[in-house]
């Protein structure tokens, strides 16, 4: 198992940017596709970004798409997510999971292990 650790968060204005990172302790972190999700107060969890176990390919949320880039560094255990123009949307607590031998994954349900979550606040 991994046990993903968010960091990076915080209080950005609109227009800006922000760098979370996760790192991901345990077992071969070659092994697992590694996602971001976020959720807003009121809302349900919301997929963002997915990176395959490689690095070759990345998906993401619509509502980011052309604003993130998820990308990891397998050397490190880490996976990182750059946040650009950012929208008071964009508020949410945001959680790094990994999914063990996955193909990269929207549906949260495929995540084994999950990060207690980095909390982004973005001002208007």
């Known amino acids: 198992q991994v046990h993903p650790v968010e960091s990076g968060g915080g209080l950005v204005q609109a227009g800006g940017s922000l760098r979370l990172s996760c790192a991901a302790s345990g077992r071969t972190f070659s092994n697992y596709a590694m996602g971001w999700f976020r959720q807003a107060p009121g809302k349900e969890r919301e997929f963002v970004a997915t990176?395959?176990?490689?690095?070759?390919?990345?998906y993401y949320g619509d509502s980011v798409k052309g604003r993130f880039t998820i990308s990891r560094d397998n050397a490190k255990s880490m996976v990182y997510l750059q946040m650009n123009s950012l929208k008071p949307e964009d508020t949410a607590v945001y959680y790094c999971a990994a999914d063990y031998l996955g193909t990269g994954s929207s549906w949260q349900y495929d995540y084994d292990y999950w990060g207690q979550g980095t909390q982004v606040t973005v001002s208007s």
């Open positions: 990176i395959t176990r490689t690095g070759d390919s990345t």
